[in-house]
Every structure is written in C-alpha cells, then in structure tokens.
C-alpha cells in the first residue's frame, strides 16, 4: 500500500477502553451538534480534587500487588488450595494486570479462577470473580453462564454483589450491540448500588450511543466523588480525555491526561496517553522519545503499534517496521493465549501497520463475538483497505441502525460512499463527522490512537 493509503489508516484504541460519540441534523442523521447544545455544570478543577486513600504511585501499588499475590500463593503453598483462596489469588492476579497490562496475569488469574470454580459444590464459588474476568476476556457466553451458577445461590446475596452482577449482563449486552438493555441492566445495578465503576460505564455508554453531554456530567460526578483512590480518579480522568477527543476538545484532553499521569504517576497507559497528547499538540519528536521509553519499559505491544503508527505517519518506515515486527510478535503470543481477548487488538494492530487482510480475518472473528459499535467500525475499516468498499457500508450502516454514533463511523461512511461513486453522499457524511468533531479530518487526529472514537 502506498503513503497515502497509509496514512488513513486510523488509530485504534487497547483494553481498557471502547468509542465516542454524536452525529447530527445536517447530513440527515437526525442527531444534533453536542456544541449547540453544550449544558450542564463546568468540568471539576483538577487543582481541587483530593485522592482519599490508597497507594500514591503505581510502582507502590505494583509493590503491594506483588505482596498479596506472593501471600496468595504461600497460603495454598500451605494447603489451603480451597476456591476461596484460588478465588483470592485470582482476584489479586487481576488487579496487578490492571496496573501492569500484563497478561501473563491475566492467563494465570484465568487458569487460577477455572480450578476455583471446578473446586466449589455447585452453585457455590467464586461466580462473580469468574464472570468478571470472562467479560476481561470477552467470553460473553461464560460470563451468562457464570451468572447464571450466581444466580442458583441459596444466600442472598448483598448489594453490591446484585450490582455486579446486573453490571455484568450489561456489558455483555453493551458487546452485543444491545444498547437499550445494556442501559436497562445499568440502571438496574445502580439502584441495587451504585459505584464509581457503574458511573463509568454508564458515561461510556452514553457517548458511543450518541449523547456526549451525559457521558461528561456522569464522569465529572465521579471525579468530584469522595474515597476514590489515585487509580480510580486517573481511570475517570483517561475516561473525560476520551470524551474530549470524541468531540473535538484536544485542549481538555491533554489537561486531564496530563492531571491523570501526576495523580497516580507511573502507570503505563495514562503515560502512553501523554505521549500521544503531545504528537496532537505538535511535539512529534517528543512523543516518540515517549512511546519509545514506554514501549521499552512496559514491553507492551499497545505502545509499540502506537510508537510504529507514529513513525510511519513520519515516513519512517525502517523505525517503524522494527517496532511493528516486535508488537506483532506480541500479539501473536496473545492470540495464542486467550484469542478472543485478543482479536480486536490484533486486528488494529494489523491494520495501522501490518497486512489489512490478516486484520480482516481477526475483525470478523471479533464481530461475530461482539457486534458492538467499535467491533463494526473496526471489521468495517479492514473492509474498505481490502478494497470492500460495499460491504464495509453495509458493516456501517449496520453499527448506526444499532444505535451507535462516531465521527470515526461517519468518516468511513464517507470513505466508502466515495469508492462507491456516491459523492454527494459522502460529503455530507463528513459534515456529520466535522460537527461531532471538528478535528476529525485533521492530519493530526491520527495521532489519537488511545481513547479515540
């Protein structure tokens, strides 16, 4: 593929985090301009909020999750191999990925959690632990069935559990493109009990279905929230970063990303995030020194796609087929380990700087796990670099009838009206984008690889 066909290949985002955003009245999408109607209370003052407790850096909290996991493993050294305390080992494996991105905990904490389960009478055992980690790993049908044992338990179980649990079969409905009951499910688990971590999904859901104004007032109600530890408020932060991206706003992003990075500093991906601010902001040297440090440091195959997107963007072609060589390597392993938790990141991976037919044949794998919005747009993008033109509409047209709404969407929209000669179409396609986005033909947006829509 040539420089050009490259260079519109789009960023992707890892984990953690999904898509953004609105689309509007001009090009007949019957959505409205999110900066016409821009209303509730100002973002919170980074300045003012105040952590409660908890470990002040991520090394200290990789330093106390090191601790458990090792007591973890000395008291079933001991003999206490019951599935409570697989359960406990399980737990604490996941929380360290959670800081480290390993996932070499996560196949540990995976194969800990399964012997768990198969230790416990039925329908006694760690369900919500397993469900929760099933979910990580995009097995939607485990997490049902998980459920579904959680379900049997003769207790009653507390509110936050009912929380979870409800919390869970919304995700699971969120994957699925089922956007109405995933709402449903949300609203269901915060009456049972509320949490920072429901506020947080209830936010994302509200963006990548059309209305960024409530994904914004529902995170800003968890950053001005009281006890948040330094990792929950950076999450939240990275959380607004997101939904400024989504709309446009590359100065509130790199506000909260840079807020995010010195309230719990060290951690991998609010670092990355820095990075990445900076290729936006102009400094494309300074985040390649960045992303290069990180990807070195952390070994994580995100940095490094990210890292060799960026140098290729800059024509450095040699640079960036070293970093991509290393992260497809990478991902291979991953694929190989836990696939579906795999296949979409293999597939961006692909995309931005591998073969798109290979990242075609990863994307549809993942869409018929989880035909969600981000899934769509993602097998949508392989289609279209694979010459597909129509059948990356119909993917398209398939992911706005669901309700999902994306600048990123509407510019593949135009992307593959235009292959298919429908021009007029097209243009006001990207109108719909620009007024989500006003950045969203910027040559600089595709630098926003972490938290883009």
């Known amino acids: 593929m040539n420089e050009t066909g490259e260079s519109r290949r789009r960023a992707p985002w890892p984990l953690l985090l999904l898509i953004a955003v609105l689309v509007v009245l001009a090009a007949g999408f019957g959505v409205r301009s999110w900066r016409q109607h821009h209303q509730g209370p100002p973002d919170p003052d980074p300045a003012a909020i105040r952590p409660w407790f908890g470990p002040k850096t991520a090394a200290e909290a990789i330093v106390l999750a090191d601790s458990q996991i090792t007591g973890a493993r000395e008291r079933i050294e001991r003999g206490q191999k019951d599935w409570l305390h697989l359960e406990i080992l399980g737990d604490t494996l996941v929380g360290r990925y959670r800081l480290t991105g390993s996932w070499n905990d996560l196949a540990e904490a995976d194969r800990t959690l399964t012997e768990a389960m198969a230790l416990a009478d039925y329908p006694a055992g760690p369900s919500l632990s397993r469900a929760a980690l099933s979910n990580t790993l995009h097995r939607l049908p485990e997490v049902e069935t998980t459920l579904a044992r959680f379900d049997a338990q003769a ?14 079969r919304g995700d699971v409905a969120m994957q699925r493109g089922d956007y109405a009951a995933a709402r449903d499910l949300y609203g269901k688990a915060e009456a049972a009990a509320n949490n920072a971590g429901l506020a947080l999904r209830q936010s994302m859901l509200a963006l990548r279905t059309g209305d960024p104004e409530l994904a914004r007032r529902r995170v800003n109600a968890v950053l001005r929230g009281k006890r948040l530890t330094r990792q929950a408020l950076q999450t939240a932060a990275l959380q607004r970063a997101t939904i400024a991206y989504a709309t446009g706003d590359w100065a509130t992003a790199g506000r909260w990303v840079r807020w995010a990075d010195a309230v719990f500093p060290g951690q991998w991906l609010a670092q990355a995030f820095v990075a990445q601010q900076a290729a936006v902001e102009g400094r494309a040297d300074e985040a390649v020194h960045r992303y290069t440090d990180l990807a070195n440091r952390s070994n994580a195959p995100e940095v490094m796609d990210a890292l060799a997107h960026l140098l290729r963007l800059q024509g450095r072609r040699d640079a960036s087929n070293a970093w991509a060589a290393r992260a497809g390597s990478l991902w291979a392993r991953r694929v190989a380990a836990l696939p579906t ?16 037919a290979r990242a075609l044949d990863l994307a549809r794998k993942d869409a018929a796990l989880r035909p969600h919005g981000a899934t769509l747009a993602l097998l949508a993008r392989a289609q279209l670099l694979t010459g597909d033109a129509k059948a990356a509409l119909a993917t398209i047209e398939r992911a706005e009838k669901g309700g999902w709404r994306s600048a990123l969407l509407l510019m593949q929209r135009a992307e593959a009206l235009d292959a298919l000669g429908r021009n007029g179409e097209a243009e006001a396609s990207r109108k719909a984008a620009l007024a989500i986005n006003p950045h969203a033909a910027d040559p600089a947006a595709r630098y926003v690889w972490f938290g883009h829509d």
């Open 155 to 168: 207790a009653k179980p507390l509110p936050d559990e009912a929380s979870s649990a409800l919390a869970l």
């Open 341 to 356: 938790a795999a296949y979409a990141h293999a597939a961006e991976h692909e995309l931005a700087v591998g073969d798109p």
